[in-house]
């Protein structure tokens, strides 16, 4: 199983590293201050792969409280907002799109 | 119904606190998370898009009422509150966190429910009929023998780190509902001409990336020799197996690159060495399986009680007794599919209240028993006739009545990407939609059978490769596509469906779905002749014009 | 690198010897497949005892005539997800009735020793110190086993047989 610092990495724009807290599955992202965050606003931006690399590195690394982290796309607007980058992102911040049946009866 | 006695609840029990110990240890840091992975895995927890996903063992599809009721608990309690069955006869619940999973498992440990192998290189779940022991013909229940692989499975200490995921079925029917020609081991249990029981044994099937259907390795292997097979099987396979590319470790691949002659005799050759063996199968073994598997005590009964005479001037019953109501073994009792697929729901969704709810039902119409398809539905296998009325009155109000089973509408999707980290594309949406076009009962009727299946990527777990019509998620340019396929079926004629043109974007789908039951309904010879079948008529041309015209 | 021998932590009287080293006089010593079926004569002639590697993904059928003169065969996981080695033991120990030392090399973590005990492996090469020291309390995590293998541990259905056999006798 190869782990994602074995992969290549690409950066096509600018881009965030996320994952899933370990304890919990809730999504995180990995923020400027080397922890993790559920705010995508708290995001920390990387623009090329060394950056990327270097914070997934310290991602993998903090195992114990993530699990998962991968390197994602972000959109970032004209006011500095960050948005998620692709569909996936979108869904594991926004959640399902789809309706489910009534929980009660 | 099989009761697990002492020796298996204490095995069960014993996984719990070996997991409680692994997650405790995972969460301290003792263990990291690639140390950590496939022991999660082998207790059936994914990590998801979302959060981590638990997948519970549902052996062989079948489930007590206390059973079923438990399953709601621990969807009310760990989860949000519903769980969703799958294509292998299991449960899955969405929303669990790692931390509380060690309770959960407890409190289903304490009605013989497990999650063992419900993922990772191991055995999987050994599913079957979900009319088995019920349905009319069937040679002998082929649960007795999916209980006896499923304890020889269970937690083998030679082959719990196989290249591979490793799934097996069984059927006893001619009709084989359990779709064993698409499973890495497929068994057919029939008689041979002496009258002694044994199986036909099939080996490489399966879908994902390269899908095959299974071939016959032996025609007949005895019911004595069935675990001793398995074990050669196995053996090869775990030595000889692929490890060097997670795309090419499965059985399948070993057997195509072997060819089927020359893999049937290293078995054979393996087999034959292991000799006489601690594994035969002898009488008193299957008796002691079959002693802790109680059937129903049924009643004589009426082949058309009043009750059900009354009944027929319904329309709205008559037709679901039409479509869910099927022929049992023993006369004045039926055996009754329960859709999960109402119109603009998610394919194979139960809530905790659908759960309790039907579990009640199913203590006073079917002996307290329920049972799960590999189609996503659920099924009361032991229901007399005299009872189908007020039961239809109870399903409707859960809404677990919908009128549809076996037809487009009951559609086969896996999660996708709106759950799944490995999707490519969503589905359930799709299937919504489609259920949202599909609405009308009498249209659905005038279709007749028609199964679709929708996967959201590659490795097919709609099983979209065997739909009669099949749509898989692709991705282009960071949109979601489709690639659509017709003519696949799981069933004894097993067979892989052909695409009929390039895929098609997200909002056309149903559109093109439509665009194929209208061909199929201009072209077909007779009303009676099924979408499948006209379409092995007529090939896939007609359908791809029809649906390229204008595209 | 701990060793746990029948169920203890012990010391360990091997001494894997690389390839292109030389043997030392006397003593016991583990060498590689390929250095053993080089000479094997040699080797077994020498003064001590000797164990062989055996790779996971190599037929036994080469060491199979050797057996009996074995002190200890070392069988290898090179990632703990790799279950090879658990079919070479189980054939080594119950199809050609191997008795000598059975050692599990490579990455060993705690939670593949039952399975490992259970395929015929008697010495552990451990990762993890904190393993080893928790092996007596991994080795009992089960007492209920479905299948037979050589290890002699009582499987479910004798204990079901037995238990018919004396209902029925009383």
């Known amino acids: 199983m190869t782990s994602p610092l074995e992969q290549k990495i690409r950066i096509t724009g600018p881009s965030m590293v996320t994952a899933n807290r370990t304890i919990d599955g809730v999504v995180v992202y990995r923020n400027g201050a080397h922890g993790w965050s559920t705010d995508l606003a708290e995001a920390a931006i990387v623009r090329n792969a060394e950056q990327a690399r270097a914070l997934l590195i310290e991602a993998v690394a903090d195992d114990i409280n993530a699990v998962g982290p991968y390197i994602a796309p972000v959109e970032i607007s004209d006011d500095g907002k960050i948005a998620p980058g692709n569909l996936r992102e979108h869904i594991r911040l926004n959640g399902l799109t789809i309706d489910l049946l009534p929980v009660s009866a | ?551 | 690198m701990p060793l746990v021998k029948n169920g203890k932590i012990a010391a360990d009287i091997f001494v894997h010897v690389p390839d292109d080293a030389e043997l030392p006089q006397g003593g016991a010593v583990l060498v590689s497949a390929a250095r053993f079926l080089e000479d094997p004569k040699a080797l077994l002639a020498r003064m001590g005892e000797l164990g062989v590697i055996w790779p996971n993904n190599r037929d036994l059928d080469d060491l199979v005539p050797y057996l009996d003169r074995l002190a200890a065969v070392a069988l290898v996981f090179p990632s703990f997800r790799d279950g090879r080695a658990y079919s070479q033991a189980r054939l080594l120990r119950e199809r050609h009735g191997y008795t000598g030392e059975l050692r599990a090399t490579g990455q060993v973590l705690r939670d593949q020793f039952l399975f490992m005990l259970r395929a015929g492996f008697d010495a552990l090469e451990v990762k993890k110190e904190s393993d080893a020291e928790a092996f007596a309390l991994t080795a009992k995590r089960y007492s209920v086993f479905y299948q037979p293998t050589g290890d002699g541990r009582i499987t479910a259905l004798n204990r079901r047989m037995q238990q018919r056999h004396s209902e029925s006798a009383r």
């Open chain 2, 1 to 551: 119904m099989y009761a697990y006695d002492e020796l298996d609840r204490t095995l069960i029990n014993e996984r719990v606190e070996e997991f409680r110990d692994q997650v405790k240890r995972r969460l301290s840091g003792e263990l990291t998370e690639d140390e950590f992975k496939m022991l999660r895995l082998q207790n059936g927890v994914y990590l998801q898009l979302h959060a981590y996903m638990f997948r519970v063992a549902i052996p062989y599809g079948t489930l007590s009422s206390q059973q079923l009721r438990r399953l709601a608990h621990v969807a009310r309690k760990y989860d949000r509150g519903y769980g969703h069955f799958t294509t292998r006869q299991n449960i899955q619940f969405n929303w669990i966190k790692l931390a509380e999973l060690p309770d959960a498992l407890g409190d289903l440990a304490e009605v013989g429910i497990h999650a063992m192998q419900t993922s990772g290189n191991n055995t999987r779940n050994v599913t079957s009929d979900q009319w088995a022991g019920v349905a009319p013909g069937e040679v002998e229940d082929p649960r007795i023998w999916s209980e006896l692989l499923r304890q020889y499975t269970t937690l083998h200490p030679e082959f719990s780190f196989l290249p591979r995921k490793f799934k097996f079925a069984i059927t006893a029917s001619a009709h084989d509902r359990a779709a064993i020609k698409i499973h890495d081991i497929g068994l057919r249990l029939h008689r041979n001409a002496q009258g002694e029981i044994g199986f036909e044994v099939l080996v490489g099937g399966g879908l994902g990336r390269t899908p095959f259907i299974g071939k016959t390795i032996k025609p007949f292997v005895h019911g004595r020799d069935l675990l001793s097979y398995v074990e050669a099987i196995l053996r090869v396979y775990n030595q000889y197996g692929r490890r060097d590319n997670i795309y090419k470790a499965r059985i399948k691949i070993l057997v195509h690159e072997l060819g089927i002659e020359k893999f049937a005799a290293e078995v054979d050759e393996e087999w034959r060495a292991m000799g006489d063996s601690a594994l035969a199968v002898d009488d008193a073994v299957i008796e002691d399986i079959r002693s802790r598997f109680t059937y129903p005590a049924y009643e004589k009964l009426p082949h058309m009680p009043e009750e059900l005479k009354k009944a027929a001037h319904d329309p709205m019953f008559e037709r679901w007794r039409r479509n869910s109501v099927f022929t049992h073994k023993v006369q004045g009792y039926a055996i009754v599919t329960l859709s999960l697929k109402p119109v603009g729901g998610p394919p194979g969704d139960a809530t905790a209240d659908q759960m309790d709810a039907l579990a009640d039902l199913a203590d006073k119409y079917s002996f307290g028993e329920i049972r799960v398809g590999h189609e996503q539905n659920l099924a009361l296998p032991h229901v007399a006739k005299r009872d189908l009325p007020v039961l239809w009155k109870g399903l409707d109000k859960l809404g677990l009545a919908t009128p549809n089973v076996n037809l487009v509408s009951d559609i086969i999707a896996c999660p996708g990407l709106d759950y799944c980290s490995l999707a490519n594309a969503r589905s359930i949406p799709i299937a919504q939609e489609l259920t949202h076009r599909f609405a009308n009962h009498d249209t659905a009727e005038l279709i007749g059978r028609l199964h679709i299946n929708i996967s959201g990527c590659i490795n097919a777990c709609g099983h979209h490769h065997v739909g009669h019509i099949g749509i898989l998620g692709v991705e282009k340019n960071g949109e979601e596509f489709y690639q659509i396929t017709i003519g696949g079926r799981a069933d004894e004629n097993a067979e892989l469906g052909v695409l009929i043109g390039p895929a098609v974007a997200y909002g056309e789908v149903a559109d093109v779905v439509e665009d194929i039951v209208e061909a199929y309904l201009a072209l077909r010879e007779r009303p009676d002749e099924l979408f499948v079948d006209a379409v092995k008529r007529l090939g896939v041309e007609p359908f791809r014009e029809r649906v390229y015209a204008t595209r």
